[in-house]
C-alpha cells in the first residue's frame, strides 16, 4: 500500500538505521498488508526481516568481500600484531575522520591489552605516521612510536618541514636549535606549544620551563639567524653558532602530573602515558562485565 515514493523512504530509513522512522511504519506496514490478505503473523514475520536487515545488512557480494578483507586483517593482526597495529593506527591519524580519535584511543588500548608498549611522541624518534621501535619490555620487542599526524593542531606542512630538517640535521640537540633549523613560517608557535604539550620536547627540559620561555626561545632563535645570515666568510664563527643553539632558558619544576595529564587529553585525545582515574581504573577492572562502548545503544528504546 505504500507509493514507491513512500517505500523508498522505508528503503532510506533502513540503510541509515533510522530505527525511529521504521517504528513509526510498523502499524501501517501491518495494516496495509492486512488489506491485500495477508495475515498478520506473515506481515510481522516480514516486519522483522525489515527490522533486522536495518541493524546491519549487506547483499551477498558485499558480505563475501568483507569476509574476505576480515579474514586477511585477522591473519595479519595474528601473525604481525605490532605491524598491523601500526599500520592501522597510522591509517586512522592521517584520515582525519570525525571519529579518528575514538579509533585510535581504541587502537591503542587494544594494543596494550596484546601486551603493545605505546611510546609518547618524540621530536627525534617519531615520524609522521606511527613507527615501531625495538622495546624488550613489549610485544615482540617491538613498540609503537606515536605519529605526528595524529597531535591536534600540527598541521601537514610542518610535519614535513620537521621530517625533512630531521633528514638533513640528523638529531635535534635542543628546542634552540630545532626552532632555528625549521622553517617559522609552517612550524609555528601553536605548532611548538603542541609539540612540547605532549611532551616530544621532554628531552630538552620541563615542559613548564619551554612554555612559559617559548617567546624568549623564539626570539634568541630569531637573532641568532640574522646573525648567522649576516657573516661574512662561510665558515666563521661556526663554533659560536653552535654554542649559541644551545639552550639558555631556566628550568622550572615541571607541572603537575594531573596538568600534563590534561595536555595529553587535549591534543591527543586519549591519556596515553597515565590516566587521572588509574588507581580507580584498576581497582573495578576485574569487577566489570561490559565496556560502555560494548553496551546496546538500542537497549533502553527496546525495552
Request: net charge negative; with cysteine; hydrophobic share 40%.
Amino acid at each position: 500500500g505504500y507509493s514507491l515514493g513512500e517505500a523508498d523512504m522505508i528503503r532510506r530509513a533502513m540503510g541509515k538505521k533510522k530505527i525511529k522512522i521504521l517504528e513509526e511504519n510498523k502499524r501501517r506496514f501491518i495494516l496495509e498488508s492486512g488489506k491485500r490478505d495477508y495475515s498478520k503473523d506473515v506481515a510481522e514475520k516480514v516486519w522483522q526481516y525489515i527490522m533486522a536487515f536495518a541493524n546491519y545488512g549487506f547483499n551477498k557480494a558485499h558480505a563475501a568481500s568483507y569476509a574476505m578483507i576480515s579474514y586477511q586483517t585477522a591473519y595479519l593482526k595474528a601473525n604481525f600484531p605490532v605491524e598491523y597495529m601500526t599500520a592501522l593506527m597510522s591509517v586512522e591519524a592521517a584520515s582525519h575522520s570525525m571519529n579518528a580519535d575514538e579509533k585510535i584511543t581504541s587502537a591503542v588500548e587494544g594494543s596494550k591489552k596484546m601486551g603493545i608498549v605505546i611510546l609518547p611522541p618524540d621530536i627525534n624518534k617519531s615520524d609522521a605516521d606511527f613507527v615501531i621501535e625495538k622495546n624488550e619490555e613489549s610485544l615482540e620487542g617491538l613498540a609503537i612510536r606515536f605519529g605526528f599526524n595524529a597531535i591536534k593542531h600540527v598541521g601537514s606542512k610542518a610535519i614535513d618541514n620537521i621530517v625533512e630538517t630531521k633528514q638533513e640535521v640528523k638529531k635535534f640537540t635542543s628546542l634552540t636549535q630545532f626552532i632555528h633549523e625549521t622553517d617559522g613560517r609552517k612550524v609555528n608557535k601553536t605548532t611548538l606549544e603542541c609539540l612540547v604539550k605532549v611532551g616530544a620536547m621532554d628531552a630538552f627540559g620541563t615542559r613548564a620551563s619551554m612554555l612559559e620561555n617559548l617567546e624568549n626561545i623564539r626570539k634568541s632563535a630569531a637573532k641568532l639567524e640574522s646573525n648567522i645570515d649576516g657573516q661574512d666568510s662561510l665558515f666563521a664563527d661556526v663554533e659560536t653558532s653552535a654554542n649559541e643553539l644551545r639552550d639558555d632558558f631556566p628550568q622550572l619544576p615541571e607541572y603537575p602530573q594531573q596538568e600534563l595529564l590534561s595536555f595529553e587529553k587535549e591534543l591527543l585525545g586519549m591519556y596515553l602515558t597515565d590516566h587521572p582515574l588509574a588507581a580507580q581504573l584498576r581497582a573495578i577492572s576485574n569487577r566489570i562485565s561490559k565496556d560502555i562502548g560494548d553496551l546496546d545503544h538500542n537497549l533502553h528504546a527496546n525495552n
